[in-house]
């Protein structure tokens, strides 16, 4: 599978972005897709994860309330809207894979996207 995320950029705090993920090279339905972000010298974080079905989506604390995940099985795609954008947010985020149920560990996923950079002005 390969994944390929984009849609980042530079915004002001306050703003919105909204985050894609596109899958090809195979079974899109057979994954639960998860978003992870990364700052400069910081660990790569959990950010939201979505269900095979799209039936479930689990977010973490720091985003909850702010960003939203979704998926379009018809354009093997999943997005992460962001909404109310805060500084702390700048990082380099990456979609993923998962054979599991809303995983949060990293290294519960398989095949990553090569990141797309979203920066945050105050």
Do not use: H
């Amino acid at each position: 599978v390969q994944l390929q995320a984009f849609g980042g950029g530079l915004v002001q705090a306050g703003g919105s972005l909204r985050l894609s993920c596109a899958a090809s090279g195979g079974t899109f339905s057979a994954y639960a897709i998860g978003w992870f972000r990364q700052a400069p010298g910081k660990e790569r974080e959990f950010v939201a994860v979505i269900s095979k079905c799209a039936g479930r989506t689990f977010l973490a604390d720091s985003v909850r309330g702010r960003f939203t995940i979704s998926r379009d099985s018809a354009k093997n795609t999943v997005y992460l809207q962001m909404n109310s954008l805060k500084p702390e947010d700048t990082a380099v985020y990456y979609c993923a894979t998962s054979s599991g149920y809303l995983p949060k560990v990293r290294a519960e996923y398989t095949y990553w996207g090569q990141g797309t950079l979203v920066t945050v002005s105050s």
